[in-house]
């Protein structure tokens, strides 16, 4: 064999390996549940200072213009949800973002949520028939602890992270570390709400870009 021939030998042996050996990838960019090779060499983090875009409240029994009128789920989300999503639907307004990219947006709420109603307590089964009727329908739903904050998401298409944390010593200092969390992962909005005494709290949080 001549070294011609020999290294167009060497060429074929090569290229068959390489063919046999090449890993592709199929797993789309924006497949649910996994990283994809873009996103771990793209950086997340959001830089700059973390700052209030908007603030907005809603007062139980209010006769103010109502951001979130004729919504049916609001006739069985109960008066502290219902105030959770309109004070959100405020400060959403109030903060000027408008349309985005829902993946870019999140919701925390602070309030109690996922208690036992305390009328049932001591209750005989006839007793709790003639409360309940006194209810509005569904309104038991209200007292899953992520409900409030799931329909304010829906409302503002919200498909980031929606967690509702009970109320409790330090809990600002502990939604603000998970905003900052957040922005590590891609958020560039938080909608953070807290039911008071008279209603709901909102404020929405960004990221103030470095000069």
């Not at 503002?156 to 969390?181: C, L, S």
């Amino acid at each position: 064999m001549g070294a011609n021939e020999a290294a167009q030998f060497r060429e074929r042996c090569k290229d068959r390996w390489s063919s046999v050996l090449k890993v592709v990838s199929h797993v789309p960019r924006n497949a649910s549940g996994g990283k994809t090779q873009e996103e771990k060499s793209t950086p997340m983090g959001r830089a700059g200072k973390l700052v209030i875009l908007g603030r907005g409240e809603w007062k139980i029994g209010e006769e103010g213009k109502d951001p979130w009128a004729g919504a049916k789920a609001g006739r069985w989300l109960g008066e502290s949800g219902g105030a959770v999503v309109r004070a959100g639907l405020r400060a959403w307004k109030a903060s000027g973002v408008g349309e985005v990219e829902g993946r870019r947006v999140g919701v925390i709420a602070v309030g109690r949520g996922g208690s036992w109603p305390e009328w049932l307590r001591g209750m005989e089964a006839k007793d709790v028939a003639e409360r309940w009727r006194e209810k509005p329908p569904l309104w038991l739903l209200e007292e899953l602890p992520n409900l409030p904050a799931a329909q304010l998401a829906v409302e503002i298409g919200a498909r980031g992270p929606v967690e509702t944390v009970r109320e409790r010593k330090g809990v600002r200092e502990d939604v603000e570390k998970r905003i900052r969390r957040w922005g590590m992962r891609g958020m560039e909005w938080v909608v953070s709400v807290r039911v008071t005494e008279t209603g709901a709290a909102a404020e929405v949080w960004g990221w103030e870009k470095e000069k």
